[in-house]
């Protein structure tokens, strides 16, 4: 057999397949609607794990394991065309959509919940999105949720994530902890600087400060000076504060050209960080939900079962629904060891109804699932 000879055997046994899919298809609908009018959920766990069973028992040994992919993958798209024929509004009882229903309007002139001190990354990053916004500075970061909570703030603005250094981790684990909804995103470019008190040159310097975030973004400016020691601090305006009341020239912290302007201090390197696209992305969080007309980013956070393929198979639906992942982050669940939750940014917008749909499907068939947010970033 020549190569165009096998090519049209297999384009004879494609339009086979085709014929029978389509016709699966269409009883996978009937048995959609029968779900539906008999309130039977869409995923039977029992029912997928017989049917691979079976397919992987049918097929000759050394075919066995894509006969089994190839029946998984026929299953999801039929759960997924299920979905479909579901509407928004069969899913009344379920969880996600009774706590998307009734989004909040944004809050004018509100207050915000910001960690650090005047001239700190966050609250630029806080004035740039709430222009007409109202600082109010605490010390730690779950403070800033803290005042959700309790009523003090309307929003809190948290960085989640450097461009260089990476992810805010202890962030992440706070959004978990805290049940709250980012309202916006901001990307904001991020210029370092070695500042010190007035006077004081590069050579009288023995100790920098700053956030434990910033040194691995100036890491080539660090190395080039290894005799200075790294001391992390609080936050990068606090740093900077701190060498300014102290005094000392034999200290330095690495902050913001605003910082050094508002206490005082010498520009003594400027633009040290590695890259000069450097940015940090913050969030802006709310107690309660809100969708912004121009929303084009969805976070959510979820575990998954202990099954082989599991992350593939739950990743591929948001390929096949045409979502763009564009963040996966890991972290340990602190209550059972080895076991993971994970956080994902997808570009959409919940108006599109196949999305709403996605995520409905998840809140019911994951083991964990938690919805953080659709909310427009800059």
Request: proline share 5%; with cysteine.
């Amino acid at each position: 057999m020549t190569l165009d000879e096998a090519r049209k055997e297999i384009d004879k046994i494609d339009s086979l397949l085709f014929e029978l899919f389509l016709k699966r298809m269409r009883v996978s609908d009937d048995i959609a609607r029968i779900k539906m009018r008999e309130g039977i959920p869409i995923l039977n766990t029992a029912r997928e794990k017989e049917v691979l069973a079976k397919a992987e028992k049918t097929a000759p040994e050394e075919y066995a394991q894509y006969t089994v992919a190839l029946t998984n993958f026929i299953m999801e798209l039929s759960r997924s065309r299920q979905r479909d024929i579901l509407s928004i509004e069969s899913n009344k009882d379920n969880a996600f959509f009774n706590e998307i229903k009734s989004p909040r309007k944004p809050v004018e002139s509100p207050r915000l919940a910001v960690q650090g001190v005047p001239g700190s990354f966050a609250g630029k990053a806080a004035a740039t999105m709430y222009p007409d916004g109202k600082l109010q500075f605490v010390e730690k970061w779950d403070e800033v949720l803290c005042a959700l909570q309790d009523g003090s703030a309307d929003y809190g603005v948290l960085p989640v994530e450097n461009s260089t250094a990476g992810s805010v981790i202890d962030v992440y684990d706070l959004l978990l902890k805290y049940k709250c909804y980012i309202a916006k995103g901001l990307q904001l470019p991020v210029t370092h600087c070695l500042v010190g008190v007035r006077g004081a040159s590069i050579s009288d310097i023995k100790n920098v400060y700053s956030h434990p975030h910033a040194f691995p973004q100036c890491r080539s400016f660090l190395e080039q000076h290894p005799r200075i020691n790294k001391i992390p601090y609080i936050n990068t305006a606090l740093a900077a504060k701190m060498v300014a009341e102290c005094g000392d020239k034999s200290k330095a912290a690495i902050a913001s050209a605003d910082c050094a302007h508002l206490y005082g201090l010498d520009i003594i390197a400027p633009s040290i960080q590695d890259s000069d696209l450097n940015c940090t992305r913050f969030i802006a969080v709310s107690k309660e939900f809100e969708l912004p007309d121009n929303a084009n980013k969805i976070s959510l956070v979820f575990s998954l079962p202990h099954i082989t393929g599991s992350l593939y198979r739950t990743l591929g639906r948001f390929a096949l629904n045409g979502l763009n992942l564009t963040k996966i982050e890991s972290r340990p669940d602190p209550k059972t060891p080895f076991e993971y939750y994970f956080y994902v940014d997808v570009i959409g917008n919940l108006k599109a109804q196949k999305t709403a749909k996605l995520l409905g499907a998840f809140s019911e068939e994951l083991p964990f699932f938690s919805f953080l947010g659709n909310y427009c970033e800059e």
